[in-house]
């Protein structure tokens, strides 16, 4: 990273221990490396000291110039998406995906051996992670699609995720602010849709931005999904927290 600058009155200063020298009229230039995550630098001149942050982030090789590319970046430092070269961001997401997502957004711990009246499942098809689906569906939330099947190897789509995220947000997120009272954007969701009171309630919370359609029926994108993910009140918490950034 750069630091350039005027120093007034001209002086030597120190940066991590590094002496830096100003010319005669108090400007200096100096690179300083960077490792990967976030670098400090402890300024000390005759008459102050300050410490600067700077993180130095990756993002993933086929987000270049992509809309997602920065959030990506932070999301993978934090662990909350995978460390690997691409991203894949059009790919469609499953059902079984999309909650190992939620269970890694929330910071979720399933509880084993839940039992559930059968009634809660009408048919069991799910052969992987079990207790994952069970923790939910034990926490009111209706992981069962129009088929009356779970279906976690299907691609979800845009409403699907919404419900899902909805009711994950109503039953775990304890600190959730008071809603925002703004108008109903999405002129394809009739006040007559069962599917619109989660999504303006995702839409009142900040969780999905506006827009004059909303699709319901279109699967929705891997990157669409994981920014909604990053809008949600523990990612944006963590994001505060480590990257001061303001919600």
């Known amino acids: 990273i750069l630091f350039e600058g005027q120093i007034y009155p001209p002086t030597s200063f120190l940066i991590n221990q590094k002496n830096i020298t100003s010319n005669l009229i108090g ?7 960077l490792d990967y995550g976030k670098n400090n630098f402890f300024v000390e001149t005759d008459f102050t000291s300050k410490n600067i942050s700077v993180f130095y ?7 270049e110039n992509h809309w997602f590319a920065e959030t990506a970046a932070k999301l993978k430092y934090l662990n909350l998406i995978p460390i690997e070269p691409n991203f894949f961001p059009n790919e469609n997401v499953t059902k079984y995906d999309f909650i190992n997502y939620i269970y890694d957004f929330w910071g979720l711990i399933p509880i084993k051996n839940i039992t559930l009246e059968e009634s809660k499942i ?12 069970y923790f939910l569906i034990s926490n009111n939330v209706n992981l069962v ?16 995720a919404i419900n899902i995220i909805a009711e994950v947000t109503k039953a775990f997120d304890l600190n959730l602010k008071k809603p925002l009272k703004k108008d109903f954007p999405f002129l394809d969701i009739p006040k007559s849709n069962p599917n619109r009171e989660n999504i303006e309630f995702c839409y009142q919370h900040g ?6 359609k909303f699709n319901p029926d279109k699967l929705i994108s891997k990157a669409e999904l994981i920014k909604i993910l990053s809008n949600t009140v523990k990612t944006k918490e ?3 927290e480590i990257f001061n ?3």
Not at 145 to 160: A, C, G, L, Q
Not at 207 to 212: F, G, P
């Open 145 to 160: 699609d129009e088929t009356n099947f779970i279906n976690p190897n299907k691609n979800i789509s845009r409403v699907e």
């Open 122 to 133: 009408p048919y069991d098809d799910i052969f992987q992670d079990k207790d994952k689906f």
């Open 57 to 63: 982030l990756t993002s993933y090789d086929d987000l």
């Open 238 to 240: 963590l994001m505060k």
């Open 245 to 247: 950034e303001q919600n």
């Open 207 to 212: 969780l999905i931005s506006k827009s004059y």
């Open 27 to 33: 400007e200096f230039k100096t690179i300083q490396p």
